[in-house]
Nanobody
Framework: QVQLVESGGGLVQPGGSLRLSCLAS??????IGWFRQAPGKEREGVSC????????DYADSVKGRFTISRDNAKSTVYLQMNSLKPEDTAVYYC??????????????????WGQGIQVAVSS
């Protein structure tokens, strides 16, 4: 069973940056997605990275601001978040799926989830 642990969240001012980390046991066998859920809203895809060729995908709302990467040697996937906006405030989750082509718009097909970590963007 894959275990996922997120870290790196917190409170940041608008325009600031955070880097989230997802420590994942057995990372080599999984593609990883980052999702977020704000109060009263549905869980939405933020970014994903393939296990096969490290291909990536991003939600339109974060393109040009967020960057996903993976370091299999460290069993870690990163989400670098720059130019943060108040609307980025949410609980962020990483999730794992065995597929080579992780879907960004269907979170519930992912097999394993982390516990989530809060990101708050506020002045």
């Amino acid at each position: 069973q894959v275990q996922l642990v997120e870290s790196g969240g917190g409170l940041v001012q608008p325009g600031g940056s955070l880097r989230l980390s997802c420590l994942a046991s057995g990372l080599d066998d999984y593609s990883i997605g980052w999702f977020r859920q704000a109060p009263g809203k549905e869980r939405e895809g933020v970014s994903c990275i393939s296990k096969m060729d490290a291909g990536t995908d991003y939600a339109d709302s974060v393109k040009g601001r967020f960057t996903i990467s993976r370091d299999n040697a460290k069993s870690t996937v990163y989400l670098q978040m720059n130019s943060l906006k108040p609307e980025d405030t949410a609980v962020y989750y990483c999730a794992a799926i065995r597929s080579n082509w992780p879907p960004l718009n269907d979170p519930w097909v992912y097999e394993y989830w982390g516990q989530g970590i809060q990101v708050a963007v506020s002045s």
